[in-house]
């Protein structure tokens, strides 16, 4: 009998992380422990930042950055020692100085593994002031 095939949605534009799990990061039930679904959720989020248009967000000379206001996270299937785990994510709304971003982790199979959603403020650095995005930003991709 032929096995049946499970599909899965496409990935989201933007290849965000690619690793996978090591068992130091692991619980004592053997899965990947919160801490480091987060950590890789900011890694996304911090690669999120180039297609947002500002490639040295998190960094010391940054004029501007992401401030992360909410984040939302399901655990859909754990992942395990070993486990490759791929990160994609998209913009999913787009506000004059806000936006809601979708990060969405899943294993090598393409089952769905954590997804994230972000509501983040466009700051300047120093006083974490909001200001708008560019129109560059703001604008839909093309294609």
Not at 12 to 38: K, M
Not at 40 to 50: E, K, N, S
Not at 67 to 95: C, W, Y
Request: proline share 9%; aromatic share 6%.
């Amino acid at each position: 009998m032929p096995k049946s095939s499970v599909t899965h949605p496409a990935p989201l534009p933007a290849p965000l992380y690619q690793g996978s799990v090591n068992t130091w990061e692991c619980d004592d039930g053997g899965h990947l422990n919160i801490r480091f679904h987060l950590e890789r959720a900011f890694i996304g989020l911090a690669h999120m930042a180039r297609p947002l248009e500002i490639p040295h967000a998190f960094t010391e000379s940054a004029g501007s950055t992401l401030l992360a206001q909410e984040v939302h996270v399901r655990f859909i299937k754990e992942a395990r020692p070993g486990a490759p785990l791929i990160m994609h994510g998209g913009v999913v709304d787009i506000s004059e100085t806000e936006a809601t971003l979708c990060l969405d982790m899943r294993h090598h199979d393409g089952a769905p593994g954590t997804a994230f959603t972000f509501k983040v403020r466009h700051v300047e650095t120093r006083a974490l002031r909001s200001f708008p995005w560019s129109e560059r930003t703001k604008r839909p991709p093309s294609g």
